[in-house]
């Protein structure tokens, strides 16, 4: 595994759980919480710039094109969970009665499949309540950094023919289908993917992952854009490629991609914010 | 199964009694039909069709099939949930076989040794003898060679009919296919004026019943015998766990998916062996449609969807006229989307504003 850009931090882990100690402290609930397995292994990505097509559906002169590249920039340094979270991990949450049962009957050391975006956030909650510390999804542009070289986007379909909408979704269509990816549904154990030049293990396997970024309109003018309407029921999903869920689905193979292939899975990994755990002790002190 | 097996090869020996003994006039008749000439088609797998004759050149002739049965499991979703299918000549459904009204269909029906189970074939297009049924059970390792007579025209169901419960349970598992036999002049519009269709596809449409084990997953059997007695608990209930075109839910879609032009005719058979349906072209319509499948009847015109009775196939004529994708679904949406019906048409052509336009796109509502 290449170091560079990444540097995986070992000491991340022993931070979280010293930092665990303190907010416990505070409490004064001297509870043993185990931090999840995932949560314990993070990969710190440094800042950064890259070129990133942007989510959503484009239009320019009332017909779409191709999701505009706009240069992103992630200025502090991002922890993402190595692993995706779980079923394990999630099943821990539902234990305390703080997320609802996975669709997904696997147990143990395999990513949580079968959950939907209400879902991944109720988790992200009971996290960051357990450990004193902030956890979320990543953003569409934060997964799309960490993803790396694995990262696809809406599968291609070319720039709209004011004249002819069809060509458009027949390029899609077509462009979708030569991927030749065949449905694989079973999820494997954590790592079967492999890890990305950026140590990011499992991106772009059979698990797709929400992120917290909401489906938009945008109407683009010149190369500004001119006016753009999101909706927050529906969140962008990455994985082999990208695609837009409404919130409450756990199951992808009915939720969307009206024609072409549906992810084989749903299920999430977090990003921890950094100094979340001060902001966490200085929300408990009373401080702000 | 043994008992049942003896009774049913009981009567086929009763049927075979019963034609010797009134074997005058089919004397007669077999020498009459030794004399026409005969024509041998090479099958092929649906959605495609054997290559044929829309009118009839020359008068009546044999036509001569063979079919081999194929017991293997084949994989019925994206979820790899295993079917212990039951095929015609290894697909689901068994081939499409296209004759002219007053031709005779020849059939010889295989069953390998490599088979576990007794199969027969009953032809819905065939008169008498349960529709073939009576005289072709064969067990493994036999074949039998069955002759009938295109009497009327349509497109009809053919499937396995084994005796008593084994019935439903042997279509449920996939056999069946259809029979298409063309009027000697080709097909009709209601005024009576020819039709003719540029390309043939022949969809088959299944209700799949798979047993769950006690965390609902679908369970896998070592063989069709295994999955017998769950199943027919099942198939009881009423409620199929697949509804899919082809034997697959996602069989036609994606590199799969069926083709055509703007400008193109496509006639669409569609069978339903077991259950009503009622299949829809999204984005297009039935411009002439058999919906019994019989084409002595005159065509309805423009339907948005048409019935296929459980136990029958219809017919569908639409000449496409915008290009783009479209999905043909069983619209029972829940049957189409969740079951598995649904099937994709690329189009490609010339877009028409005249047909359709997007006057303005998504925008905020103007306040």
Known sequence: ?288 | MLTRREALLGSVLTAAAVATIGSGPVMAAAKDVAGLPREKVTLVAPPFVHAHDQAAKGGPKVVEFTMRIEEKPLVIDAAGTQLNAMTYNGSIPGPLMVVHEGDYLELTLINPDTNTLAHNIDFHAATGGLGGGALTLINPGEQVTLRFKATRSGTFVYHCAPGGAMIPWHVVSGMSGAVMVLPRDGLKDEKGKPVRYDRIYYIGENDFYIPRDEQGKFKRYDSAGDNYEDTVKVMRGLIPTHVVFNGKAGSLTGENAMKAKVGETVLIVHSQANRDTRPHLIGGHGDFVWEGGKFANPPAKDMETWFIRGGSAGAALYTFRQPGIYAYVNHNLIEAVELGATAHFTVDGKWDDDLMMQIEAPKAIAS
């Open chain 1, 1 to 288: 595994m290449s170091f560079d850009p990444v540097f995986t931090f070992g000491t991340i882990a022993a931070a979280a759980l010293i930092g665990l100690g303190v907010s416990n402290a505070i409490d004064g609930t001297p509870s043993r919480f185990r931090v999840p397995p995932a949560a314990a292994e993070l990969v710190t990505l440094k800042p950064g710039s890259f070129e990133h097509p942007q989510p959503g559906e484009f239009l320019r002169d009332n017909h779409p094109v191709p999701t505009p590249m706009t240069k992103e920039t992630i200025h502090t340094p991002l922890e993402i969970m190595k692993f995706q979270v779980t079923a394990s991990d999630y099943d821990r949450c539902v234990s305390d009665g703080a997320c609802k049962p996975a669709d997904s009957l696997l147990v143990g050391n395999v990513p949580v499949t079968g959950v939907s975006f209400l879902d991944a956030q109720a988790y992200a909650n009971w996290l960051s309540a357990k450990t004193g510390e902030t956890w979320r999804l990543p953003t569409d542009v934060e997964w799309a950094y960490a993803a790396g070289e694995r990262f696809r986007a809406d599968i291609e379909a070319g720039d709209g023919d004011p004249a002819d909408p069809a060509r458009r979704w027949l390029t899609q269509y077509r462009n979708e289908s030569a991927l030749g990816r065949k449905a694989d549904p079973e999820p494997r154990p954590l790592g079967a993917f492999g890890a990305n030049s950026k140590g990011v293990a499992d991106i772009a396997g059979n698990v797709w992952e929400w992120t917290s970024t909401c489906y938009a309109h945008v109407t683009i003018a010149g190369d500004r854009i001119a006016g753009s309407l999101s909706n927050c029921g529906v969140h962008v999903v990455e994985g082999f490629h990208r695609t837009y869920m409404s919130n409450f689905i756990r199951d992808g193979k009915s939720g969307g991609c009206a024609v072409g292939t549906p992810p084989d899975n749903l299920g999430f990994r977090l990003v921890h914010e950094r100094g979340g755990f001060l902001r966490a002790a200085v929300r408990r002190l009373g401080l702000t």
